[in-house]
């Protein structure tokens, strides 16, 4: 799933990489890998179709 951070949207498109418990691993494009705690965080999926 690609997914960008609502706060950081200079990171650009993240891939989420592995999800544990309400811990998910996502690899940003500007800023490599984040372990981000989804109830802290919303996370907003972006569109496939979204160069």
């Known amino acids: 799933m690609r997914v960008r951070h609502p706060d950081c949207p200079e990171w650009g498109i993240g891939q989420v990489q592995s999800v544990v418990g309400d811990r998910v691993t996502v ?3 500007n800023c490599g890998k984040v372990m981000i705690r989804a109830g ?6 972006v569109d496939p179709d979204t160069p």
């Open 27 to 29: 690899n940003f494009e």
């Open 40 to 45: 802290l965080v919303a996370l907003v999926p």
